[in-house]
């Protein structure tokens, strides 16, 4: 099969009738390539630092550095690759400018930078989303919530591992995928709908990991306005509902278009978006913690912690109870907190209908500490003693 030759030149798509091709200097979607630097600079920078916030409160404030953080980091670095790739096929004019009006080699090139964007950017999309699974799973001991975890889990990881698959050996040789010239001939499934299908599990398992913390949330003991706050929280940390949507809509008209280095270009743009925001929401659980410990009157909290506090690197929890009405309750300031407290016996907790549990905290000063030290300073302990029923 012979492709169009416009001007001496093969192109992958003919141009319009009575279209003047230039290919010195191409009609470039200009602002939509402008918006995408100056996007990409403002919200890298943004993930990177609430990246950085996570890395220092596990790392330094908790001293917990868990498996999510190596998940959220590694998402980070697949993230650059992704975003990269788009930022290659802008700034060499591979994306935002028509098929017509560049050699059928730079739209092959257009097609690599873009199947690698999505390779990279699929599994960004699966460490991040697993980042908030390991995060929901620790907060609660209920049989039927963990095992809510795991399904959640299992479904944005088995169906993006499907769709990546299916990108990558989506023609027969694989090559066919990106090669305009090899396409021809070449055995390949209908691409469009894994692109549908891998945006519409994008926006399903948006929606369950909005969902799924929220009856935990209620089971707090707290004031309404708490409640809302916290849920407000796992709204924000589920805004990549939203991009997954408009990236959706933009893509269904653009995949039937056979100018696709142009149609593609504002789609990509909305990949940059979500990636950023990906790292945004997966390092949000340790905010309200490193914001407590760093900057204390940016949530109203005009108290230190004292030195021995310090030395030992806790962080400085306010109250509130967590606990089913058949379990055992403790106070803590969010959910995070929670998860890291040093004296939260999580496996005595019940899943309700296991047996009712009484709690008994004690406070004051041991035997053993007045012995050693007669003064008791720094001395003050507590523990929390529960008595299964």
Known sequence: MSFPVVNGIEVAVPPPSGYRVDFENPLTD???????????????????????????????????FLIDDYLILFAWVLSIAAQSCLLNAYSRKLLGVHAWEMPIDNNTQANLLVMCTTLTYIPTTILSKLTLCFFYYRLSPSLWYQYSVYFTGFVCSASLVGIWFSVLFACKPIAAGWDVRMSVGATCINRPPIYITQAAFGCITDVMLLVLPIPTVIGLQMSTRQKLGLVGLFAIGSITLITSIVRLVLLLPSLSNPDQSWSLAEGCLWV?????????????????????????????????????????????FGLHTFGGSNGPRRKFDTLVELEHDTHFNRVSLRPEGMGKTDVNIYSGRSDESLENNPTGDNDIYEYVAYDEK
């Open 30 to 64: 200009a602002s939509m390539v402008r918006n995408a630097y100056w996007i990409f600079g403002l919200e890298f920078a943004i993930a990177t630092a609430f990246l950085g916030q996570r890395m220092y409160t596990n790392a330094v404030i908790l001293r917990k």
């Open 272 to 316: 940059i978006i979500e990636a950023n925001l990906l790292i945004m929401c997966g390092s949000l659980p340790t905010l309200r913690v490193f914001l407590k410990n760093v900057a204390p009157r940016v949530l109203g909290d005009k108290s230190t912690r004292k030195g021995s506090e310090e030395q030992s690197g806790s962080a400085n």
